[in-house]
């Protein structure tokens, strides 16, 4: 059973509740119940497809931010083998909230890098949700730049609603921080492969995404703010905002990967269990690791000048000039 469940769930859950109760009732007792059990499940599978075919930017952005969603180091120990994880910024500290570390992907030696936001109220707060401050962008930097050294692909996996936006993290150079990473990332003369797995959160995602190769899970959200702090700036009220607002907000910014493709921000899709990923982790996983395969032979071929060009150009063509 899935512990949590989103309000447009409901009906999912109480149905599952309800195959849960009958499944018990049977268990070692004479009750046969499985011809109820099974017309439930396929009631189930088909609500199941219907609504998560049809779900809204809102809801969409809901079901990235799912606390049974998996995060970087659950992908990470799914389909790397080797993984040792590597601190600090070597300036100031070892920010948690971001991790990295060398390891191999199907016979590929890569360095892996993501955000991590934590689950339970104090792994959440030991991984200050999700939100990284300078010295995690820089560890990021000291990583990627390994990789470079040593010819190794970078693989980042992208899930965090900003970077740290407190008092600390400006006084130590937020934005500068970032801003180096874009800088560094557009130049870094090995493979640059980028996944956002949940939220891809203004430039905290886009510190860990310029790439030469990005892709989205087919219900993660990419966008330069939150619904709520976009309906916070547009539709400025006396009283609370609603969820209304924010499902304006979320479909006016075009954040989820179906937009962002039609777009050409994004390279592709990769697709998720119905119900999202959290319903079968290994076969998100699975579909992960073959399409960052699929993309290191393809990027490992070319020159390191090559690869700085052509990601020069594919940034320049983003966006609609006239």
């Known amino acids: ?28 007792k004479d009750i046969n119940l499985s011809g109820e059990v099974k017309k439930l499940e396929k009631r189930v599978k088909e609500m199941r497809t219907e609504i998560f075919s049809n779900l809204t930017p809102w809801q969409k952005t809901l079901l990235a931010r799912h606390p049974d969603r998996p995060y970087t180091l659950d992908y990470i120990t799914l ?37 991590q936001k934590g689950r339970g109220t104090k792994e959440r707060i030991y991984r200050n949700f999700g939100q990284p401050n300078p010295e995690g962008y820089r560890k990021a930097l000291r990583l990627m730049e390994l990789a470079e050294k040593f ?61 030469d190769r990005l892709y989205m899970l087919e219900h993660a959200v990419y966008s330069v703010i939150s619904p709520e702090g976009c309906a916070a700036i547009l539709f400025r009220k006396s009283g609370d905002l609603s969820q209304e607002d924010y499902s304006r907000a979320a479909e006016a910014l075009k954040l989820t990967s179906q937009d962002l493709l039609r777009f050409r921000i994004i390279d592709d899709i990769i697709p998720e269990p119905v119900g999202g990923a959290h319903r079968n982790v290994q076969q998100t996983a699975e579909n992960i690791g073959a399409k960052i395969v699929a993309a290191i032979e393809e990027l490992s071929v070319r020159t390191p000048g090559k690869l700085v060009e052509d990601r020069y150009k594919r940034l320049k063509k983003i966006g609609s000039f006239a």
């Open 151 to 211: 010819k190794k692909p970078v693989i980042t996996l992208v899930d965090t609603p900003g970077a740290y936006p407190g008092l600390g993290a400006e006084e130590r150079g937020q934005a500068e921080a970032i801003a180096v990473n874009l800088m560094a990332m557009s130049r870094l003369r090995t493979p640059l492969i980028s996944v956002v797995i949940g939220e891809g959160g203004s430039g905290g995602a886009l510190a860990l995404s310029v790439a």
């Open 79 to 115: 389909i790397a083998e080797d993984f040792v994880e590597l601190h600090g910024d070597r300036r100031y500290a070892d920010d948690k909230s971001i991790v990295g570390g060398i390891g191999k992907i199907q016979g590929h030696s890569v360095v892996i890098i993501g955000h």
């Open 1 to 28: 059973m899935i512990k949590y469940y989103l309000e447009f769930e409901k009906p999912i859950q109480d149905l599952e509740l309800k195959i849960e109760e009958l499944k018990r009732l049977s268990d070692g």
